[in-house]
């Protein structure tokens, strides 16, 4: 089993704060840019997420919210949180665990309502290895790159589909490639 190591953590510190000060930046740029645009900073600020259910010998409950800044027309940016119950009964005695993490995300629309999006994904969970009957507590770390297309509902929500590719997949991945997601966004 790979352990994650305080130096993963220390490495995903670091991405997390090169794009937190990208967007300050970038944002900065932009305020400074559009100063007749009339748009306050309530109305970039979105709100979305996704749900899963799956019920049956795998049973996965999944709500990941999200919260998101619209930094130029085409560049948004936000974190998330993700709370997933999995059980297997596929063994004996049934596995189940909690998987708890939180992300930062970037997205910049391509063409139209195309998109092209980024991730970074902490995700911490028990795993058992019934082979040894032993219970260890992983912490990993996901680099998601991919795209989506924006569904809009109306002007100020959308369902979005995306296919994404897990960058660093090991043997303690929960994903495997590709990574499909369907989710929506709601703007204040």
Known sequence: MIKTTNMNI?????IIRVILISLIFSLNTYAQQN??????FKD????????GLQ???????E???????????????GLGFT??????????PDYSTNIIGGRVFARYY???????????????YDAYFWTSNYKENITITNVLVGGGYSQWISQRASV?????????????????????????NVGL
């Not at 970039?44 to 749900?51: A, D």
């Not at 709500?63 to 940016?77: C, F, H, Q």
């Not at 709370?83 to 004996?92: A, C, I, L, P, S």
């Not at 979005?160 to 929506?184: A, Q, T, V």
């Open 160 to 184: 979005n589909i995306m296919i994404l590719w897990n960058l660093n997949e090991d043997i303690n991945s929960l994903y495997s490639n590709p990574i499909i997601r369907i989710g929506f």
């Open 63 to 77: 709500i990941s919210p999200l919260v998101g800044y619209k930094i130029t027309d085409d560049l948004s940016a």
């Open 35 to 40: 100063n007749d645009n009339k748009e306050n």
């Open 83 to 92: 709370y997933q119950f999995y059980k297997d009964t596929r063994f004996d």
């Open 110 to 124: 391509i063409y139209k309502d195309f998109f092209a999006h980024t991730e970074v994904e902490v995700l911490n």
């Open 10 to 14: 220390k490495h995903l510190f670091r």
């Open 55 to 61: 019920f049956g010998t795998i049973t996965l409950i």
């Open 44 to 51: 970039r600020i979105f709100f979305g997420g996704n749900l």
